[in-house]
């Protein structure tokens, strides 16, 4: 049988690596894609899969790639939603990046369908909601981050009472060992020494921010409590999650740092698909190095795992504030070190609370990201 998928942020690293995935196997059809404003690439896309129908949020882009297209173009905010209602996937795949990922991951759950996620955000804004909304209505949350689909995998065969502890592991990213983090240029912070990621997540995985999000993605994917959620950093980046048993045993998730593994086994669950990636040999890689992470360098795991504790729209603040302070990081506005200033600022200012809905995390996202550009403003 055919599994059929719709991918959101397809021109994306993500994106156009399931493309490569899809492109290879019979049991997989791309059914539609979209993409923020790289208009040209979805084209591009849509013409190599023989799509008659695309989706670009950006309405700028989505004129260009119309009058150069001849299917369909599905135009703003709202087209990820279109595109489920109207290809009526099997499977949704989410690499859409930041906040912008929630409401299409709402939109496929509401209607029943799986999703491979890959847009954490939906779970570190969304997740009490997000996973309710799920087990409502049976659609299923396949984790495409490569922590938690390593997670996922040593999950398979274990009772979850059987879990005494999750290990994420982290890179560390390119600041590793270091004790402060001034004078720290653009160039440096997206130079990340184990993955080749998008921007914003290249700056979040040296910050460690990246780490806290997925602590709070892991406490809604596998329901356990952050006491027993913990990182440890692990340079190579071969392992990629473990798990402690009652027993005394832990599993482990190995190979190399390749994202077609995960992504093959979000498509593909619960098979097993052939994934041409080159095979851990580790005699070849020798060495194996883990520490302990350093919160105070690195304060944004500990504003992470804090507003993942008090949950209801921490984590929503959370997410905005990290968003704004990346972006102003790359447009050289603050330091790197001001990254955390601000996110912390703005958590204090929001304060905290329950989350009643959807339509309140939003205006909370929303007031969120005024609040920080404010602080940022601020700053000097
Ligand atoms: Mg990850």
Redesign the pocket.
């Known amino acids: 049988m055919t599994r059929r998928v719709l991918i959101l942020g397809a021109s994306g690293s993500i994106g156009t690596q399931a493309l490569e995935i899809i492109a290879a196997r019979d049991d997989l059809e791309a059914v539609g894609l979209a993409v923020g404003s790289d208009w040209q690439t979805a084209v591009a896309q849509a013409r190599g899969f023989g799509l008659d129908l695309i989706g670009v949020a950006d309405p700028e882009a989505a004129s260009e790639a119309q009058s150069n297209f001849a299917g369909t173009v599905l135009s703003g905010q709202s087209a990820a939603r279109e595109l489920i209602g109207v290809t009526a996937p099997d499977i949704v795949l989410n690499g859409i990046v930041g906040a912008a990922g929630l409401g299409p991951t709402i939109a496929a759950l509401t209607e029943g369908v799986d999703v491979a996620l890959a847009n ?1 955000e939906s779970l570190v804004i969304g997740g009490e909601l997000v996973t309710e909304l799920a087990s409502a209505t049976g659609a299923k949350l396949l984790p495409v ?4 689909s390593a997670l996922f995998q040593l999950m398979e065969h274990e009772s979850p009472d059987a879990v005494s502890r999750m290990v994420l592991t982290a890179s560390g990213g390119p600041f590793r060992g270091r004790k402060q983090l001034g004078g720290i240029t653009v160039e440096q912070a997206l130079d990340h020494p184990t993955w080749a990621m998008g921007g914003r997540i290249t700056i979040d995985s040296a910050t460690l921010m ?1 780490k806290g999000f ?1 602590m709070i993605e892991a406490h809604h994917l596998f329901r356990l409590p952050y006491r027993q959620i913990d990182v440890v950093v692990h340079p190579q980046s071969i392992v990629h999650s473990l798990i402690d048993l009652r027993d005394g045993a832990t599993l482990a998730h190995l190979g190399y740092p390749d994202m077609r593994v995960p992504i093959a086994y979000a498509l593909t669950w619960p098979e097993r698909a052939e994934v041409p990636v080159e095979r851990l040999d580790l005699a070849k890689v020798g060495t194996l190095e883990f520490e302990e992470p350093d919160p105070v360098t690195f304060r944004c795991l500990g504003l992470a795992r804090e507003a993942g504790e008090a949950g209801g729209i921490a984590p929503c603040v959370l997410n905005a504030a990290d968003e704004v302070a990346v972006a102003s990081f790359l447009e050289g506005q603050i330091e790197f070190s001001q990254i955390a200033t601000v996110i912390e600022q703005t958590l204090e200012d929001v304060g905290s609370g329950a989350a009643k809905g959807f339509e309140e995390l939003f205006a909370v996202d929303e007031a969120s990201r005024e609040r920080a550009s404010e602080i940022i403003y601020g700053l000097d």
């Open positions: 954490k981050d490569s922590e938690h990246n997925e």
